[in-house]
């Protein structure tokens, strides 16, 4: 059996948002010529080294990078729709990505022009400008934007206050600032549960984590559309 399906709730039909599949069955002279085609690949094939690898990863940040945008998606596959999602998941190969938990209900508004998130007084956060966040709304227990973050993380409780109008006691236990650019914020207001992408909002107890490629890539589709929303 050879097929498409990756070994998650959603490949494999068990999630609310299932993926559709392809999957085909070989047999007799079908499997013979399978593993003619494999095994010339792996005859073909150069190995893979430390070197190869840091050469690899040097050159692939080398490449320009896409100018980050303020995103509201029509529907249809345009082509401006397909560009922007193309940049967004070749600049997410190339820089770290988290999932960043706010309070309350989804407010999409607010992620879509220059805005800023605060972290917790436990110690300075790792986001560095470049990095891509997944905005998870901790009401509706689901993933709705994607930004991105410009700056280094600064101790700024007096910003928190003023800006987003909190008492200075909650400030001081956020007290780690972060501006953001929008580069995605569907505009037919989706969401996506956490563990349609892999994890749970539990893991989310200290206001952010990192995720890894495949999750955040399977974020950005389920948002534009490529799978129901939630």
């Known amino acids: 059996m050879v097929g498409s399906a990756n070994l998650t709730s959603s490949g494999l039909g068990a999630s609310a948002s299932p993926n559709v ?23 073909d094939s150069s190995p893979v080294t430390r070197d190869s690898v840091i050469d690899l990863d040097r050159a692939a940040r080398d490449l320009p990078r896409a100018v980050a945008v303020q995103v509201g998606l029509a529907s249809g596959d345009t082509p401006e729709n397909v560009g922007i999602l193309a940049a967004l998941m070749g600049d997410a190969r190339s820089t770290n990505l988290w999932v960043k938990a706010q309070y309350g209900m989804p407010n999409y508004e607010q992620w879509r022009s220059e805005f800023w998130f605060s972290s917790s007084a436990r110690g300075r956060p790792s986001f560095t400008p470049g990095d891509l966040v997944l905005i998870y709304a901790k009401e509706a227990h689901a993933c709705y934007a994607i930004v991105q973050v410009v700056d280094e993380p600064r101790h700024d409780p007096k910003y928190v206050v003023e800006r987003g109008g909190r008492p200075i006691e909650e400030a001081e236990r956020w007290p780690w600032v972060n501006r953001t650019i929008p580069r995605f914020v569907p505009v037919d207001n989706r969401l996506v549960r956490p563990i349609d992408l892999g994890f749970t909002g539990q893991g989310l107890q200290g206001g952010h984590r990192r995720i890894a490629l495949p999750e955040f890539v399977a974020a950005i589709r389920a948002l534009a559309g490529e799978s129901d929303p939630y």
């Open 21 to 43: 599949e392809l999957s085909v069955r070989l047999s007799g002279d079908d499997v013979e010529h399978a593993h003619a085609v494999f095994t010339g690949w792996w005859r």
